[in-house]
């Protein structure tokens, strides 16, 4: 079954500096990632998808995949106090569309 | 962007009686699923939906668990009877094709059973 790891757990950073979550997963086999932003008592947003290596922006958030590595990355660019939220790492297959969640990095950005 | 609602925001029950969850999808999706996520823990998957079928499902759908969509109303997910362990906040989403189509979720409902 399909592990997805997250880190750090939670992560504060000032406004305007540069926000880093890293996921691990163990199926080197699969094709779609994508974070999500979960604020408190709210569905999930979806920031940006990526399904090849390399990297994809969408506005201030870019994500970084590297398969071989079993890794995939978000970078939050100058970061606002309302980004504070858990971010969450999500994978699944081309095939089968079965999300397969980590355990979320709490970010808190202070002002 | 495309919004999924979730009736109720939450719901409180006594163990043993049956509860509904609602989901409106966004309206021209044709792909529904349900996941859990336990307080403290991973989301986690249940079940996704496609024509009037369960296309797949986890561990964690108990025999208790249902789920339907009829003539294109609420995707719904029917716990009978309920236990203490389903006590968790539940989440739909919906989208509209299977392959990479990517998923919207609602706000989730609350369940706590008592």
């Known amino acids: 079954q399909q592990k997805v790891q997250q880190s750090p757990e939670s992560l504060t950073v000032s406004e305007g500096a540069m926000a880093s979550l890293n996921c691990t997963f163990s199926?080197?086999?699969?094709?779609?990632f994508r974070w999500y932003r979960q604020h408190s008592a709210k569905g999930l947003e979806v920031l940006v998808s990526?399904?090849?290596?390399g990297e994809k922006e969408e506005g201030r958030f870019t994500a970084h995949l590297n398969r071989a590595n079993l890794h995939v990355s978000l970078h939050i660019r100058e970061p606002q106090p309302s980004d504070s939220a858990v971010y969450l790492c999500?994978?699944?297959?081309?095939?089968?569309?079965?999300?397969?969640f980590g355990d979320g990095t709490q970010l808190v950005v202070k002002p | 962007g495309p919004k999924v609602l979730q009736i109720p925001s939450h719901q409180i029950i006594d163990m043993g009686q049956m509860v509904t969850l609602n989901c409106d999808p966004v309206?021209?999706?044709?792909?529904f699923y349900w996941y859990k996520q336990i307080l403290g823990q991973q989301m986690e998957f249940l079940v996704n939906?496609?024509?009037?079928?369960?296309?797949?499902k986890s561990k964690l759908f108990k025999d208790q668990f249902s789920v339907e969509r009829p003539d294109g109303s609420y995707f719904t997910l029917k716990i009978q009877p309920t236990a203490l362990e389903d006590s968790a906040v539940y989440f739909c989403?919906?989208?509209?094709?299977?392959?990479?189509?990517?998923?919207?979720f609602g706000p989730g409902t609350r369940l706590t059973v008592l």
């Open positions: 989403a919906s989208s509209y094709r299977d392959w990479g189509g990517e998923q919207y």
């Open positions: 199926d080197g086999t699969s094709n779609n």
């Open positions: 990526i399904f090849s290596d």
């Open positions: 999500a994978v699944s297959m081309n095939s089968n569309n079965r999300i397969f």
């Open positions: 309206s021209n999706h044709l792909y």
């Open positions: 939906f496609y024509n009037g079928k369960v296309m797949e």
